[in-house]
Nanobody, 118 residues
């Protein structure tokens, strides 16, 4: 069982930056592909960014390409989401997810609120 704890959310003005962290425990972190999702009120949860287990490949939603960067530190069992040039439409609860596809295992964090407003 993997536990995921997100942190780093908060209130930021448009154009500002935030760095989210997701710390994992209880499993072999390097086996898991990691991703960030977000869910705004009244909307479905959507994939924001994904990074493979060794960290050699990433993928982003079109809406965040060029502004967000996902990275991981397997030695610290942590995945990050650097968010720059934030827009009000980025306001949402951000969740991290760990997936070990070969074992059919997936885990979610509890989420962290990001609010972009002046």
């Amino acid at each position: 069982q993997v536990q995921l704890v997100e942190s780093g959310g908060g209130l930021v003005q448009p154009g500002g930056s935030l760095r989210l962290s997701c710390a994992a425990s209880g499993g072999t972190f390097s086996r898991y592909a990691m991703s960030w999702y977000r869910q705004a009120p009244g909307q479905e949860r959507e994939l924001v960014a994904l990074i493979t287990s060794p960290g050699d490949s990433t993928n982003y939603a079109d809406s965040v390409k060029g502004r967000f960067t996902i990275s991981r530190d397997n030695a610290k069992n942590t995945v990050y989401l650097q968010m720059n040039s934030l827009k009000p439409e980025d306001t949402a609860v951000y969740y991290c997810k760990a997936v070990w596809a070969l074992a059919g295992r997936a885990y979610w964090g509890q989420g962290t609120q990001v609010t972009v407003s002046s």
